[in-house]
């Protein structure tokens, strides 16, 4: 009977002490049915304290001042009774049921009555009011499903089945549906657990998806603008250019543009997915080559005789990538669908003779060409050398054995330059070629190829001016060729 008394005065304290009449009835009605025997007690009196009491414990419970709401030690509201409280829970759990779409479960406050908190706001006698005060001190829990990896349960969402459906879009992503996957897993051990979570952690489905795939769920980015280097953006941004360099791995070198996009941070997904493909590629097999040495061509010169064609191979890959990024490949074996041709070359051996002259052949002619400007005097100078005519790119021979002593760019307008040292003071020039095919201090033979004709330094059009020397003085290049 005490407890059915301590009850009705609880439930008297949401709009302060009821009508004491109907509450007497209810415990005349309790009596009644407790069929206590009235000659053993007197009901009048039994009610008359039970009233007493009554009014005792519910002033009591009510109290006589406001209550302070205390998160911590600090005072956050204060309430005309702990009824506002309690329905302004309520009203927060149906808010977040509602914003969250979940069912919540339990509620976690931080929050304590005190009376010797002081705390100077007005009494707040309606919960609605009261809600966004204590809102950051209480949280819902909720029944989940967490993807546990290595342990660690690092995403929440609602259902099991989503939990799933995740995890195979993941697969899917890195899988598809190619014949050629032979096997795949992710690397990490993972599982589906049922877990009681707070109901701010439950993530969207889209939203869970990318944090596994990335790591986080707000990826940095930055647009590349007129003027910016890696340096500077990792200067601006705050990051190390190692980190820059690694979050964005399609980098090549240092060459940006205008309106790239660069991730700032370094992407690190939760699972990883280990995919083993065999992929088959046609691959050209490329042709050899043989040379066939031959005295219907100069030295130097060749001559594709019969062309060669490049095969053709079906090659199979064990490919291992990870997320998509290729980690190993190792060929499993070749079939050859087509066999490659091999291609001959002629090369000259025939060695260069003058085709005109009158010398005493101790030189062989550089190039056969006309003589398109002799040695002597020539437009109110003296022209050191013979010019012969060619085309651009034609090969240039040593006139006999001897040493590099100059290759490069002469002074005086020789343009691309060679010089030659045969021996007993007698050098020979080779000026305006298009390249250099020696180096100083090389040993050439008789009718090795030096460079090709050109038109470098002071020249007129494509042509060699050679030129002999001895003891350092030009003399006439025609007096040491041969017929």
Same mark, same amino acid.
Do not use: C
């Given at each position: 009977m005490f407890y059915d008394i301590i009850r009705l005065a609880k439930d008297s304290r949401k709009g302060g002490v009821q009508d004491i009449r109907t509450l007497v009835e209810e415990l005349k009605a309790k009596i009644d049915a407790k069929k206590i025997d009235a000659k053993k007690v007197n009901k009048i009196h039994m009610i008359a304290a039970a009233m007493c009491l009554l009014v005792m414990i519910s002033f009591f419970i009510m109290g006589s001042s406001d209550q302070v709401l205390v998160a911590g030690d600090q005072g956050i509201a204060k309430v005309s009774n702990q009824s506002v409280y309690e329905e302004a829970l309520e009203i927060l759990k149906a808010e977040q049921e509602a914003e969250l779409g979940v069912s919540i479960d339990e509620l976690h406050s931080e929050i304590s009555f005190s009376t010797e908190v002081k705390y100077a706001g007005k009494s707040i006698s309606d919960p609605r009011e009261l809600v966004s005060l204590i809102s950051p001190y209480v949280s819902g829990t909720t029944n989940a499903y967490a993807l546990q990896v290595n342990d660690v349960q690092r995403v929440f969402v609602k259902t099991?089945?989503?939990?799933?459906?995740?995890?195979?879009?993941?697969?899917?992503?890195?899988?598809?549906?190619?014949?050629?996957?032979v096997a795949y897993e992710f690397r990490e051990n993972v599982e589906v657990v049922q877990v009681a979570v707070a109901a701010t952690k439950i993530m969207e489905t889209e939203e869970a998806k990318n944090f596994i795939l990335t790591g986080t769920d707000k990826i940095e980015v930055y647009k590349v603008a007129k003027g910016d280097t890696l340096s500077t953006i990792a200067q601006k941004q705050g990051v190390g250019l190692s980190t820059l360099r690694e979050a964005n791995p399609q980098l090549k070198g240092d060459l940006l543009s205008i309106g790239q996009e660069l991730k700032l941070v370094k992407?690190?997904?939760?699972?990883?997915?280990?995919?083993?493909?065999?992929?088959?590629?046609?691959?050209?097999?490329?042709?050899?080559?043989?040379?066939?040495?031959?005295?219907?061509?100069?030295?130097?010169?060749?001559?594709?005789?019969?062309?060669?064609?490049?095969g053709l191979k079906e090659v199979t890959?064990?490919?291992?990538?990870?997320?998509? @990024?290729?980690?190993?490949?190792?060929?499993?074996?070749?079939?050859?669908?087509?066999?490659?041709?091999?291609?001959?070359?002629?090369?000259?051996?025939?060695?260069?003779?003058?085709? @005109?002259?009158?010398?005493?052949?101790?030189?062989?002619?550089?190039?056969?060409?006309?003589?398109?400007?002799?040695?002597?005097?020539?437009?109110?100078?003296?022209?050191?050398?013979?010019?012969?005519?060619?085309?651009?790119?034609t090969p240039t021979y040593s006139a006999?054995?001897?040493?590099?002593?100059?290759?490069?760019?002469?002074?005086?307008?020789?343009?691309?330059?060679?010089?030659?040292?045969?021996?007993?003071?007698?050098?020979?020039?080779?000026?305006?070629?298009?390249?250099?095919?020696?180096?100083?201090?090389?040993?050439?033979? @008789?009718?090795?190829?030096?460079?090709?004709?050109?038109?470098?330094?002071?020249?007129?059009?494509?042509?060699?001016?050679?030129?002999?020397?001895?003891?350092?003085?030009?003399?006439?290049?025609?007096?040491?060729?041969?017929?």
């Open positions: 099991e089945e989503e939990a799933e459906k995740i995890l195979e879009s993941i697969k899917d992503k890195f899988i598809g549906e190619s014949e050629e996957v992407l690190e997904p939760v699972l990883h997915v280990m995919v083993t493909k065999e992929v088959k590629v046609e691959q050209q097999i490329p042709f050899s080559t043989r040379t066939i040495n031959t005295n219907n061509l100069y030295t130097g010169q060749t001559r594709v005789q019969k062309a060669g064609t490049r890959y064990k490919v291992v990538s990870e997320n998509g @990024r290729e980690l190993n490949r190792e060929e499993l074996g070749a079939v050859v669908l087509q066999e490659p041709s091999v291609q001959e070359v002629l090369r000259g051996t025939k060695q260069m003779t003058a085709s @005109r002259g009158g010398g005493d052949g101790q030189l062989g002619w550089p190039l056969r060409g006309n003589i398109t400007s002799r040695y002597g005097p020539r437009g109110g100078g003296f022209h050191t050398g013979i010019d012969i005519g060619a085309s651009r790119g006999g054995n001897g040493t590099v002593i100059f290759a490069g760019w002469g002074s005086g307008g020789y343009g691309n330059l060679v010089i030659i040292d045969h021996g007993n003071g007698l050098t020979t020039k080779y000026a305006h070629l298009a390249s250099i095919n020696v180096k100083m201090a090389q040993n050439v033979s @008789r009718g090795a190829v030096v460079g090709t004709v050109g038109t470098t330094g002071r020249s007129t059009g494509p042509h060699l001016h050679f030129e002999t020397n001895v003891n350092g003085r030009h003399v006439n290049p025609t007096r040491y060729l041969g017929n």
